[in-house]
């Protein structure tokens, strides 16, 4: 079984063509509905009574949602506008709500699951149900500016318990305070990771293990209108991949690294959650396919 954790959303996204407000998004809403294309993922999340049922209604529709939680307050909101290219986001203000005093409970059904990712959140609040598990085979996490600027010692803790960080550049140097990400990504397995997959955004991503480097392209794509999501779909896709082939080995890990890619590409096609949940399992296999092409020489 797949475990996701981590924030579920109403977000104010800005692009320069379009302004949306108040929409389905949230780090564990992405990456959970992306994974649910390969293994139906259980969701441990916080909602506030503001949450609009027609959003609940898609949650419920990909996922198992006996670990959501509905609290008295608001729903974690962020607003975040990006520039001309689509490739820079600006904070402009982060609203933790009811995930500020979220108290996860990780459900019994859940405690033997063997993936966890534990998307984007209060890294305290993923160290405590990091640990609620069992019988992890292969767990990751990832992390954004907000909790590198306010809990860096609690997200490199974090990142101590987990066998994979998942996490993007600008990111990850901040994090490590170097601009070389190579030096930065051995510098996240020193603190604890096996594996280590830094996201560039529409360069794909690098992934680190032992000495070894393995860079895959993003799936180049000509028109791409909301980036939200992407590196959350990524993640999804990801180990939604290899909890469906109950493997951690290497090349599955490698071919893992390609589905991430290919759920990335349709999360920026389409604004909010609208990419990935209106997508047929057909597609998936389609792109992967090209992607294969795409690389090959
Ligand atoms: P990404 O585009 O992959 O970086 O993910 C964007 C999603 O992360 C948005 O839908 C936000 O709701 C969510 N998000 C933004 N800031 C935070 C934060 N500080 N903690 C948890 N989730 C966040």
Redesign the pocket.
Known sequence: MLTIF??V???T?RTPTKVLRGVL??????ASISASFFVKPGLIAVIGQDFPKKYYNILNKFLDLSGLARANGKT???D?SYDETLSH?T?NK?E?NV?GSFNPVVPDEYKKSEFVYL????PVQNTKVIKEFDGIKFSMC?T????ISTKRDDVIKMMGLVNSVVI?DEEAKLLTKTQNLIKSAKKIMEWGAEYVIIKKGEHGSLLFYEDIVFPSPAFSLENIVD????????AGGMIGYMASKKSTKISTLREAVVYGNVMGSFAVEEYGVRGLSKLKKSQIQKRFNQYKKMVHF
């Not at 954004?144 to 909790?147: C, G, Q």
């Open positions: 981590g924030s959303a109403l977000d996204i998004g949230g780090a564990a809403t992405f974690f909101r962020y975040g986001r904070t982060t933790l995930l998307a984007n959140n209060d990832d954004i500016d907000f909790w993007n980036p939200t999501g992407a590196g959350d779909s990524f």
